[in-house]
């Protein structure tokens, strides 16, 4: 079935630092990615999504790429602040698997 | 436009008990998930309803079951309380499944 693998946390970084959090799945299909982000105390928040192959997603500051030959859509962002601060989750969706599946999530601090 | 609002936010509870959770979509939304959170899980997928009708649903057993009304709003009961349903509670709504999901800040649920 489908999955989503993601880095384990908690990651720290400083203020201003590169960040890169690894997401891969495994998928029958053609499936649509997410990358969620829930603060603290808060329900999750659509982030940044790409629907198919080579797609990029960017919000806030943050990347992605869906690479389809990789199986991977790791999230990037060139330098963190502290109110990034809170747990990302990388999922996907197929629509004919009328499901969206989560990874784990990542918890990423940031230090001023 | 209002986001997702869920009802109550806290909620102690004893073994064998029963609960009822709340959600009201963002207005216009049809389609309601439901999600259990916790630290050793993360976030699995309970079920889906569209137009009153469940249709998706994940592996939980029996005890949880919900229901959406003719206004899109939606309970979820868990009956019979274990140890282990402790957990974050989150409901989210869409236009249709599997697009982007718009979460509610969740219902924290302990059971003693």
């Known amino acids: 079935g489908n999955s989503v693998t993601q880095m384990e946390g908690p990651v720290t970084l400083s203020e201003e630092a590169f960040l890169t959090i690894n997401c891969t799945y495994t998928a029958t299909g053609y499936p649509s990615l997410f990358w969620y982000v829930q603060y603290p105390g808060e329900g999750l928040q659509l982030l940044l999504k790409?629907?198919?192959?080579?797609d990029k997603g960017s919000n806030k500051g943050f990347e992605a790429t869906y690479r389809k030959e990789t199986t991977s859509f790791h999230l990037e962002k060139g330098s963190v602040q502290v109110s990034d601060s809170a747990v990302y989750f990388c999922a996907l969706s197929e629509i004919r698997d009328d499901k969206i599946i989560f990874g784990k999530g990542t918890r990423l601090h940031i230090l001023p | 436009k209002a986001g997702v609002t869920q009802t109550p936010r806290y909620l102690i509870k004893t073994r064998g008990q029963q609960v009822t959770l709340s959600c009201s979509p963002i207005?216009?939304?049809?389609?309601v998930s439901w999600y259990q959170q916790t630290p050793g899980q993360g976030l699995q997928f309970l079920f889906e309803y569209f137009s009153e009708t469940q249709r998706n649903k994940g592996n939980f057993p029996g005890r949880f079951s919900g229901r959406q009304f003719s206004n899109s709003r939606s309970e979820m009961n868990v009956s019979t309380l274990e140890l282990g349903d402790s957990a974050l509670y989150l409901c989210a709504s869409s236009l249709d499944w599997p697009n982007e999901q718009f979460f509610g800040p969740g219902t924290r649920l302990t059971v003693l």
């Open positions: 207005s216009g939304h049809r389609s």
């Open positions: 790409a629907t198919k192959a080579d």
